[in-house]
């Protein structure tokens, strides 16, 4: 059996990578943002940032809207939401065409095609609503999957 050097390696283990879909499906990233633009910058102590998913291949990640229910009554957690909704649809507006959110899955094909890493936008649970079970189809029409 031939011997394969560590480059040889690497380059098999990136051609790999680079064929097979990388997409994590949870990360809190744009709950704890205050500004959109943050995403767009390197910041090794925040979970996520869009530079090193971009670095490390990632084709697209899961960004939840999360509410703690200990953060006010059904009023406020909706708008913790739609903050947080806000503040990923920014991003992919002022991100130069870098990042997308995508709400079907050949979306998410299409923009890797495109050098495009894509956002899937999931909520966890329903209390975020507010109570407002009216307010699904909006937030489906913004993006929201799961």
Same mark, same amino acid.
Request: with cysteine; proline share 4%.
């Given at each position: 059996?031939?011997?394969?050097?560590?480059?040889?390696?690497?380059?098999?283990?990136?051609?790999?990578?680079?064929?097979?879909?990388?997409?994590?499906?949870h990360?809190?990233?744009?709950?704890?943002?205050?500004?959109?633009?943050?995403?767009?910058?390197?910041?090794?102590?925040?979970?996520?940032?869009?530079? =090193?998913? #971009?670095?490390?291949? $990632?084709?697209?990640?899961?960004?939840?809207?999360?509410?703690?229910?200990?953060? *006010? &009554? @059904?009023?406020?957690?909706?708008?913790?939401?739609?903050?947080?909704?806000?503040?990923?649809?920014?991003?992919?507006?002022?991100?130069?065409?870098?990042?997308?959110?995508?709400?079907?899955?050949?979306?998410?094909? =299409?923009? #890797?095609?495109?050098? $495009?890493?894509?956002?899937?936008?999931e909520?966890?649970?329903?209390?975020?609503? *507010? &109570? @407002?079970i009216?307010?699904?189809?909006e937030?489906?029409?913004?993006?929201?999957?799961?």
């Open positions: 059996m031939p011997k394969i050097s560590n480059n040889e390696l690497i380059a098999e283990a990136r051609a790999l990578h680079n064929d097979a879909p990388l997409i994590d499906l990360c809190d990233t744009f709950c704890r943002m205050k500004k959109a633009a943050h995403f767009l910058e390197a910041k090794p102590k925040r979970h996520l940032d869009l530079p =090193r998913m #971009r670095e490390t291949g $990632i084709w697209a990640e899961a960004f939840s809207l999360f509410v703690h229910p200990s953060w *006010g &009554g @059904e009023q406020k957690w909706l708008k913790i939401a739609e903050k947080t909704l806000s503040r990923i649809e920014e991003a992919s507006r002022i991100s130069g065409g870098k990042f997308a959110i995508a709400k079907k899955a050949d979306e998410i094909l =299409r923009n #890797r095609d495109n050098d $495009i890493t894509s956002a899937i936008i909520i966890e649970g329903l209390h975020p609503l *507010g &109570g @407002e009216s307010k699904i189809e937030f489906f029409k913004r993006g929201v999957r799961i």
